[in-house]
């Protein structure tokens, strides 16, 4: 199965490219195999940068909807204006 997370963040004004390079610099690794053998594999990893000083980062996981990954932390509170947006999406393919 592959799931995706996602990691949302907004700057305070004006520090976008700091958090876009704080984000960047943070490295999710692969996980040792799980109790039942399955080693949880990073696939992807994507950023995205958006107006008003947001990043987004999509990594893709090859494990069980419900395993221990290794989720991005929350940067510093005076980088942001907010905590760190999470969600956790079970992948039904890609399409052309």
Do not use: C, K, N
């Amino acid at each position: 199965m592959t799931v995706a997370l996602m990691w949302e963040a907004r700057a305070v004004a004006g520090r976008g490219e700091e958090l876009l390079a704080w984000a960047r610099a943070q490295e999710p690794a692969d996980l040792p195999s799980s109790p039942g053998g399955r080693t949880r594999r990073l696939l992807r990893r994507e950023t995205f940068r958006a107006p008003e000083d947001r990043v987004l980062v999509i990594t893709w996981w090859d494990a069980a909807y419900d395993a221990e990954l290794p989720e991005l932390p929350e940067p510093d509170g005076e980088l942001v204006t907010r905590a760190v947006h999470r969600w956790r999406f079970e992948s039904l393919g890609a399409e052309a």
